[in-house]
């Protein structure tokens, strides 16, 4: 069975572009997350769907992060414009509420 | 405020030998759940045990098992006869009655598995 898929895996862009990351739950599952994970602040969550509404997004830095999720196979998390300290690994993982997590391989966001 | 707390930066075995890797959490509640997740160097997250608070036994999946002494807020990992592929960080997470979709993460443990 597939994973979680997050596409890109890498990113590299130029402070100001608007970044946009992308997310495949494990069919079946109905809930997602999008986490952060940096040296600094370590591993945090970002936001939360629940049946593709979004339900908690208190982790969201700020106004030029966003999250979509248009069905229940896709979603994307968007960030514009971005800046250097946007700079960490990109976390999707999905789960058959309340059950275990699942994490994707992640996406790694370089912001120069 | 739940809390996780993984007070081993890093940690050394040697090969085919025994390791725990400590974790204490803090929680009002009384039913939550705590995991453990794999991250080796390549960075991915992998999902390795899960412990509930109503739990009675040990979890145990393979050579992970989970030590659960609720009395004393702790959800150590224990991994049997280490292997190389052991070395990665490994994260103790926690997820709460109170907001059972949260993961609340420790900072995480460094292994490193001596051949």
């Known amino acids: 069975d597939a994973g979680v898929i997050q596409s890109p895996r890498h990113e590299v862009t130029e402070m100001g572009q608007e970044v946009t990351l992308r997310c495949k739950p494990i069919?079946?599952?109905?809930?997602l997350f999008w986490y952060r994970q940096t040296m600094m602040r370590g591993l945090e969550l970002l936001i939360y769907?629940?049946?593709?509404?979004?339900?908690?997004d208190s982790g969201m830095p700020e106004d030029r992060f966003s999250a979509k999720m248009p069905n229940a196979s896709f979603s994307t998390l968007k960030i514009q414009p971005s800046e250097p300290r946007d700079s960490a690994v990109y976390f999707c993982?999905?789960?058959?509420?309340?059950?275990?997590?699942?994490f994707g391989p992640g996406t790694r966001l370089t912001v120069l | 405020a739940q809390k996780i707390t993984q007070t081993q930066p890093g940690m050394f075995v040697q090969e085919k030998e025994a390791v725990t890797l400590d974790c204490t959490y803090d929680?009002?509640?009384?039913?939550?759940?705590l995991f453990w997740y794999k991250q080796p160097s390549s960075g991915e997250m992998i999902f390795l045990i899960y412990?509930?608070?109503?739990?009675?036994q040990n979890a145990t999946e393979g050579r992970y098992s989970l030590n659960f002494q609720k009395a004393r807020k702790s959800a150590n990992l224990v991994i049997s006869a280490s292997q190389l592929g052991d070395s990665a960080m490994y994260f103790c997470?926690?997820?709460?009655?109170?907001?059972?979709?949260?993961?609340?993460f420790g900072k995480g443990t460094l292994l490193t598995v001596n051949p």
């Open positions: 993982a999905s789960s058959f509420y309340p059950d275990t997590q699942y």
């Open positions: 069919s079946g599952h109905n809930s």
């Open positions: 769907f629940n049946n593709n509404v979004p339900i908690d």
């Open positions: 929680t009002s509640d009384q039913s939550y759940g």
């Open positions: 412990q509930g608070s109503y739990d009675e």
């Open positions: 997470a926690m997820r709460w009655g109170g907001s059972n979709y949260k993961l609340t």
